[in-house]
């Protein structure tokens, strides 16, 4: 049994040496900013007081926020863990517990805040298929726009040790495994892991650990939203703005989106996503090989296996020593190995 059972990710907090630099990005990926005490936040359309916050300063990652049930979830987290329920002192209000993992990222879970509206979505046009035409003496006719967040889905963060890190989240939030990255034969690489909500579907992936070579850090926060229309729409007004593409679009193998990744003016990794899937805690986890991991069912290859971008350094060197360690337990027990 976990501390608590955490309902969905909140948000995303960065530093950057520009403020301004980074409201201007934020307005073309299709979020909605405000600045309040020095700080800058973006929300999207879901009524959240925000799901992004710059600070200024150096460029970094700082922390992961994490949408607890209740203040008594953040009661129950703070006791375990020797920590006190403060204030949020951000938009939005509501109360926080401050935690470090296991690779010093910052762990902000947060209950209370106050929530808006939820603001309507651009419609989902009817769309005739070989199969039925619903659009019948109509055409379609989309006024170009940044694509429309709706919400934050998940973040991917690079740590040392996955099994650690695994262990540190699933304890204190209830995370399930939906699928588990191999490197080799039971050589973990990362898993994708999604809040359980019992019955109540959940995205296929809030979390996902993935342990790589090179410097710590997050590797990409994604963003809901409305629709395949506005995500395409988003993707022609970044090209238009200038904006540093970084992969897609395309569809992904695991969780099914459709993604369009791009840089911000840091170099951090923001990811527009749609149509993704969604599980229940009833749906049992699955193992993957690592070719899974960055393959495409149609569109865009990752610019890796493009050409148009260099390995991160130490990764072949660091696939090659963990499939050589599998190779080494095979050859000390092959009965246990092959099982």
């Given at each position: 049994m976990s501390v608590i059972?955490?309902?969905?990710?909140?948000?995303?907090?960065?530093?950057?040496?520009?403020?301004?630099?980074?409201?201007?990005?934020?307005?073309?990926?299709?979020?909605?900013?405000?600045?309040?005490?020095?700080?800058?936040?973006?929300?999207?359309?879901?009524?959240?007081?925000?799901?992004?916050?710059?600070?200024?300063?150096?460029?970094?990652?700082?922390?992961?926020?994490?949408?607890?049930g209740s203040v008594a979830?953040?009661?129950?987290?703070?006791?375990?863990?020797?920590?006190?329920?403060?204030?949020?002192?951000?938009?939005?209000?509501?109360?926080?517990?401050?935690?470090?993992?296991?690779?010093?990222?910052?762990?902000?879970?947060?209950?209370?805040?106050a929530n808006e509206a939820a603001a309507p979505l651009p419609p989902d046009q009817p769309c005739n298929t070989a199969a039925a035409s619903p659009r019948f003496r109509a055409s379609i006719r989309l006024?170009?726009?940044?694509?429309?967040?709706?919400?934050?889905?998940?973040?991917?963060?690079?740590?040392?040790?996955?099994?650690?890190?695994?262990?540190?989240?699933?304890?204190?939030?209830?995370?399930?495994?939906?699928?588990?990255?191999?490197?080799a034969k039971d050589v973990p690489l990362g898993a994708f892991m999604r809040c359980d909500r019992g019955d109540k579907p959940a995205d296929h992936h809030t979390l996902f650990l993935a342990q790589l070579p090179g410097r710590l850090g997050i590797l990409h926060a994604a963003f809901e939203v409305a629709n395949l229309d506005d995500l395409m729409l988003g993707h022609q007004h970044l090209r238009g703005a200038k904006r540093e593409a970084a992969w897609g679009v395309g569809r992904h193998i695991l969780g099914s989106q459709v993604f369009d990744y791009w840089k911000d003016p840091f170099g951090n990794e923001l990811e527009h996503w749609t149509d993704g899937d969604l599980f229940t805690a009833a749906d049992p986890p699955n193992k993957q090989p690592m070719s899974a991991l960055l393959a495409v069912q149609w569109g865009a290859p990752h610019p890796m296996f493009a050409g148009k971008r260099?390995?991160?350094?130490?990764?072949?060197?660091?696939?090659?020593?963990?499939?050589l360690r599998t190779k080494r337990l095979f050859r000390r027990n092959p009965k246990e190995s092959a099982a």
């Amino acid at each position: 049994m976990s501390v608590i059972r955490i309902e969905d990710i909140a948000h995303v907090r960065y530093r950057a040496p520009d403020l301004a630099a980074m409201r201007g990005f934020l307005d073309d990926f299709g979020m909605i900013c405000l600045e309040q005490d020095g700080l800058l936040y973006a929300r999207g359309s879901d009524g959240r007081p925000f799901l992004h916050v710059t600070e200024p300063g150096e460029t970094a990652f700082l922390a992961l926020g994490l949408r607890a049930g209740s203040v008594a979830d953040l009661e129950a987290l703070a006791a375990h863990d020797g920590l006190t329920v403060e204030e949020l002192g951000a938009p939005g209000g509501g109360k926080v517990v401050h935690l470090t993992d296991p690779d010093g990222y910052g762990v902000e879970v947060v209950a209370g805040q106050a929530n808006e509206a939820a603001a309507p979505l651009p419609p989902d046009q009817p769309c005739n298929t070989a199969a039925a035409s619903p659009r019948f003496r109509a055409s379609i006719r989309l006024d170009p726009a940044p694509a429309h967040v709706r919400r934050i889905g998940h973040a991917v963060l690079k740590v040392r040790d996955f099994r650690t890190s695994e262990r540190w989240y699933k304890e204190r939030f209830g995370f399930l495994t939906s699928d588990e990255v191999e490197a080799a034969k039971d050589v973990p690489l990362g898993a994708f892991m999604r809040c359980d909500r019992g019955d109540k579907p959940a995205d296929h992936h809030t979390l996902f650990l993935a342990q790589l070579p090179g410097r710590l850090g997050i590797l990409h926060a994604a963003f809901e939203v409305a629709n395949l229309d506005d995500l395409m729409l988003g993707h022609q007004h970044l090209r238009g703005a200038k904006r540093e593409a970084a992969w897609g679009v395309g569809r992904h193998i695991l969780g099914s989106q459709v993604f369009d990744y791009w840089k911000d003016p840091f170099g951090n990794e923001l990811e527009h996503w749609t149509d993704g899937d969604l599980f229940t805690a009833a749906d049992p986890p699955n193992k993957q090989p690592m070719s899974a991991l960055l393959a495409v069912q149609w569109g865009a290859p990752h610019p890796m296996f493009a050409g148009k971008r260099p390995p991160p350094p130490g990764l072949i060197s660091f696939v090659a020593a963990l499939q050589l360690r599998t190779k080494r337990l095979f050859r000390r027990n092959p009965k246990e190995s092959a099982a």
